[in-house]
């Protein structure tokens, strides 16, 4: 069984940064697309970066690009999620997601079957 649990959220000031960790247990992560997703309130979830297993290769959404560094670390079953310059408007719970499927790289939720809870990240002053 996969387990997916996030940690690192919490209060940051506009411009701030903060780095989210996501563990993966169950053996799965070394095979595993992860990505990042949030929900702001009022709103739909999001894609927000992703991680392909294959070739490690990193993608985001525009919004991120430039600004969010995503990278893992398979020894430690972890992967991370460096959010720098960050905005009121990303106010949000972040979700951690995996798919152990051997597929390739998505950006869509249904892609992956593992969650974590959420964690809040709050932008504000």
Known sequence: QVHVV????GL????GSLKLSCGISG????????????QAPGKEREFVAGISWADRSTYYAKSVKG??????DDA???VY?????????????YYC?????????????AAYDYWGQGIQVTVSS
Do not use: H
Not at 6 to 9: C, K, N
Not at 12 to 15: D, E, K, Y
Not at 97 to 108: G, I
């Open 6 to 9: 996030e940690s690192g959220g």
């Open 12 to 15: 940051v000031q506009p411009g």
């Open 27 to 38: 053996g799965a992560l070394s095979r595993s697309n992860v990505a990042w997703f949030r």
């Open 67 to 72: 600004r969010f560094s995503m990278s893992r």
């Open 76 to 78: 430690k079953n972890m």
């Open 81 to 93: 999620l460096q959010m720098d310059s960050l905005k009121p408007e990303e106010t949000a719970v």
């Open 97 to 109: 997601a995996a798919d152990p499927n051997d597929r390739p790289a998505a950006r869509e939720e």
